[in-house]
Each structure stands twice: as structure tokens, then as C-alpha cells.
């Protein structure tokens, strides 16, 4: 079982910047993709990026091309999400989530972001 854990959130003004992280304990080493969601208050989580186990294939949503980057360690163990030119529409929780081989995955218990105008 792995267990996952945010950190890096917080309050920052428009413009700037926040780096997430995800630590992840346990059997990471059948990870095929990791990623992260966000949730607006009132609205669904939704994707914002991913990354597969290799780390070398990287995928966004529309609103965060550009200004985020997913990436990861080497052994699984760390993800990170660097978010720059913050708007206030990013504002939300922000979650971890790690996809297996075994079609089972794993989610962290989320990050709050806030972007004030």
C-alpha cells in the first residue's frame, strides 16, 4: 500500500510562485503515472499534469501549459509541481495521485493553494 502526503501550499499573491510536493511511502515501485488534481470550492477535481514512471513524458491541462511543471525523482518516491505566474483562478486543493500496474492507485489528502488577486 502506498501512502501519499502534500505539502507546499499556501496563500500567495497573483503573479507568483509555489512549488508542491508529494512524498509518497510504501510500494511506489509499481508506479506507472503520477499526477495532480485540483478542487475548487463548489467545483470538480480537475487534471492539471502528469507525468508517466520515466518521468520523460509530461502532460497538461490547457489553463497550466506553460506556467506549471510536473516532475518526479528517480525511485518514485517524490513528485513535484512548480507553479509560476500564479492566477487566481489556480486557487483550490491541490491532490497527488499515483497510478499502479495493478489498475489500483493511491491519492494524498490534499494541499490548499490560495491566489489572491
Known amino acids: 500500500q502506498v501512502q501519499l502526503v502534500e505539502s507546499g501550499g499556501g496563500l500567495v499573491q497573483a503573479g507568483g510562485s509555489l512549488r508542491l510536493s508529494c512524498a509518497a511511502s510504501g510500494r511506489t515501485s509499481r508506479t506507472y503515472a503520477m499526477g495532480w488534481f485540483r478542487q475548487a470550492p463548489g467545483q470538480e477535481r480537475e487534471f492539471v499534469a502528469a507525468?508517466?514512471?520515466?518521468?520523460?513524458?509530461?502532460y497538461y491541462s490547457d489553463s497550466v501549459k506553460g506556467r506549471f511543471t510536473i516532475s518526479k525523482d528517480n525511485a518514485e518516491t517524490t513528485l513535484y509541481l512548480q507553479m509560476n505566474s500564479l492566477k487566481p483562478e489556480d486557487t483550490g486543493v491541490y491532490y497527488c495521485?499515483?497510478?499502479?500496474?495493478?489498475?489500483?492507485?493511491?491519492w494524498g489528502p490534499g494541499t490548499q493553494v490560495t491566489v489572491s488577486s
Open positions: 495521485n499515483f497510478r499502479f500496474w495493478t489498475g489500483t492507485g493511491a
Open positions: 507525468t508517466d514512471w520515466t518521468g520523460r513524458n509530461t
